[in-house]
């Protein structure tokens, strides 16, 4: 498939279909992370992953951290991860301020592999950082920074009718010219 393509025609589903992730393409998702690159290719992602279907009680307990509004259309995705982030680097002991630029380089190699493999994930941001590190036991070193929901995203039949009506509005972005700029900015 064409790369540009399959980077337009990448989404994030509110809508999931009844339909497992293989452990083989799960495994590819984390390799997919796995081979991004990353500030003195320290690696500072983390995940910590459950399938409902024989993880339940870690998948509950995922579920249970997030946000009112993402728990009701999330708990239909077969998986769920939190990703995290190595605070320091583990070499020089030095603040990791790019941590969150590199994992979103890994979410975003999943992305495109889900999209690839024909299944989806959605990023959220919306989820109770504090009531994870306490109910996974996160070390300090670690800081959480997302969730994600994993499945093959489509508009099954009994989804709410507010999530319905966001699946279906068209997808937009900025024009290129609003982001991309040739000349220093002006002098304030
Ligand atoms: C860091 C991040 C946080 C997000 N948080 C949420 C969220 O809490 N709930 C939600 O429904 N979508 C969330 N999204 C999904 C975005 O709304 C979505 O990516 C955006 O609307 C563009 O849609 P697309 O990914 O289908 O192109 C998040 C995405 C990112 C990258």
Same mark, same amino acid.
């Given at each position: 498939?064409?790369?540009?393509?399959?980077?337009?025609?990448?989404? =994030? &589903?509110?809508?999931?279909?009844?339909?497992?992730?293989?452990?083989? *393409?799960?495994?590819?998702?984390?390799?997919?992370?796995?081979?991004?690159?990353?500030?003195?290719?320290?690696? %500072?992602?983390?995940?910590?992953?459950?399938?409902?279907?024989?993880?339940?009680?870690?998948? *509950?307990?995922?579920?249970?951290?997030? /946000?009112?509004?993402?728990?009701?259309? /999330?708990?239909?995705?077969?998986?769920?991860?939190?990703?995290?982030?190595?605070?320091?680097?583990?070499? =020089?002991?030095?603040?990791?301020?790019?941590?969150?630029?590199?994992?979103?380089?890994?979410? $975003?190699?999943?992305?495109?592999?889900?999209?690839?493999?024909?299944?989806?994930?959605?990023?959220?941001?919306?989820?109770?950082?504090?009531?994870?590190?306490?109910?996974?036991?996160?070390?300090?070193?670690?800081? &959480?920074?997302?969730?994600? /929901?994993?499945?093959?995203? $489509?508009? &099954?039949?009994?989804? %709410?009718? *507010?999530?319905?009506?966001?699946?279906?509005?068209?997808?937009?972005?900025?024009?290129? /010219?609003?982001?991309?700029?040739?000349?220093?900015?002006?002098?304030?």
């Amino acid at each position: 498939m064409d790369i540009l393509e399959l980077i337009r025609s990448r989404r =994030s &589903p509110r809508g999931f279909w009844e339909k497992e992730i293989s452990d083989e *393409d799960l495994l590819k998702l984390f390799e997919a992370a796995r081979w991004a690159s990353s500030s003195y290719n320290s690696q %500072p992602w983390r995940f910590l992953y459950a399938k409902r279907q024989n993880n339940t009680k870690l998948y *509950d307990d995922l579920l249970s951290v997030l /946000a009112e509004f993402n728990q009701a259309w /999330a708990k239909a995705a077969p998986v769920l991860i939190l990703t995290m982030v190595t605070k320091k680097y583990e070499v =020089s002991g030095l603040e990791y301020n790019h941590a969150w630029h590199d994992l979103g380089l890994a979410t $975003g190699n999943m992305a495109l592999m889900a999209e690839a493999l024909g299944f989806n994930i959605h990023i959220m941001g919306g989820f109770d950082a504090d009531k994870a590190i306490e109910l996974f036991n996160i070390p300090e070193n670690l800081e &959480p920074v997302t969730m994600i /929901a994993v499945g093959y995203g $489509g508009l &099954p039949g009994n989804l %709410p009718l *507010d999530i319905y009506k966001m699946e279906v509005e068209p997808r937009e972005r900025k024009e290129i /010219a609003e982001f991309v700029f040739d000349k220093p900015f002006e002098k304030k």
